[in-house]
T-cell receptor, first 116, second 113 residues
Framework: DTAVSQTPKYLVTQMGNDKSIKCEQNLGHDTMYWYKQDSKKFLKIMFSYNNKELIINETVPNRFSPKSPDKAHLNLHINSLELGDSAVYFC???????????????FGPGTRLTVT | GQQLNQSPQSMFIQEGEDVSMNCTSSSIFNTWLWYKQDPGEGPVLLIALYKAGELTSNGRLTAQFGITRKDSFLNISASIPSDVGIYFCAAPYSGGGADGLTFGKGTHLIIQP
C-alpha cells in the first residue's frame, strides 16, 4: 500500500512540449507539495496546496502549474519544457495542524524528467 | 530564504563505525527533521524534533534539537551497509505559508567494506 505515489517514474520529452506528472496520497493528509531535486541532489520546494488553496508559491516559472482536483491528488503541469527543467520532481504530503502546521512530510518515489 | 548548512558533505566509513552529522542555520526553528534518501527513491522521514534540547532515538539513530534552536545533530551507531544513502536535515520554510520545508544539501554516507 503506497502512501504517496507518482506517475510516471521516468519522463523523457523534447523541448517545447507540455507534460504532466500525477501524484496521489492515501494518508488522509490535507496538504500536498511539489519539490524539485537538481543534479546535485539539492531539494527545493516549488508549491504546496492546502484545502485546494495555494499557500506557497516559490519563484517558479509560471510554466509550472499545480492542479488539485481533490485532497488526495496534486498534479504538476509543465508547459513549454526547457532543458533546465530536467530534474527529479517529488510529491509530498502532510497533515496540517493549526497555525504551526505539520512538519512531517511524506514523499513519493519521484519522477525523473529529462528534457532533450 | 533561510539556509541550512549541513556537514559533512560526505563520509567514508567502515562498517561498524559510528557516524555523526549536523545541520546549522542563522535562523531559529521550532522543528528539525531528518530524512534519508536511497538511490532512485524519495526521502524517508527518520526523526522529527519539536523541542529545543530534545533527544530522540529511532533504532540506531539518535537526533538532537540544539538548545539554541539553530542546529541539530544526527548520530548513527554501529553502521551497517544499508545505512548507505544521503541524509538530509530539514526545517520549516519561511518564504511564505506554514508547511513547506527547506533542506540542507545532504550528507552522503558511504560505507567501505
Amino acid at each position: 500500500d503506497t502512501a504517496v505515489s507518482q506517475t510516471p517514474k521516468y519522463l523523457v520529452t523534447q523541448m517545447g512540449n507540455d507534460k504532466s506528472i500525477k501524484c496521489e496520497q492515501n494518508l488522509g493528509h490535507d496538504t500536498m507539495y511539489w519539490y524539485k531535486q537538481d543534479s546535485k541532489k539539492f531539494l527545493k520546494i516549488m508549491f504546496s496546496y492546502n484545502n485546494k488553496e495555494l499557500i506557497i508559491n516559490e519563484t517558479v516559472p509560471n510554466r509550472f502549474s499545480p492542479k488539485s482536483p481533490d485532497k488526495a491528488h496534486l498534479n504538476l503541469h509543465i508547459n513549454s519544457l526547457e532543458l533546465g527543467d530536467s530534474a527529479v520532481y517529488f510529491c509530498a504530503s502532510s497533515r496540517h495542524e493549526g497555525t504551526s502546521g505539520s512538519r512531517e512530510q511524506y514523499f513519493g518515489p519521484g519522477t525523473r524528467l529529462t528534457v532533450t | 530564504g533561510q539556509q541550512l548548512n549541513q556537514s559533512p558533505q560526505s563520509m567514508f566509513i567502515q562498517e561498524g563505525e559510528d557516524v555523526s552529522m549536523n545541520c546549522t542555520s542563522s535562523s531559529i526553528f521550532n522543528t528539525w527533521l531528518w530524512y534519508k534518501q536511497d538511490p532512485g527513491e524519495g526521502p524517508v522521514l527518520l526523526i522529527a524534533l519539536y523541542k529545543a534540547g530534545e533527544l530522540t532515538s529511532n533504532g540506531r539513530l539518535t537526533a538532537q534539537f540544539g538548545i539554541t534552536r539553530k542546529d541539530s545533530f544526527l548520530n548513527i551507531s554501529a553502521s551497517i551497509p544499508s545505512d548507505v544513502g544521503i541524509y538530509f536535515c530539514a526545517a520549516p520554510y519561511s518564504g511564505g505559508g506554514a508547511d513547506g520545508l527547506t533542506f540542507g544539501k545532504g550528507t552522503h554516507l558511504i560505507i567501505q567494506p
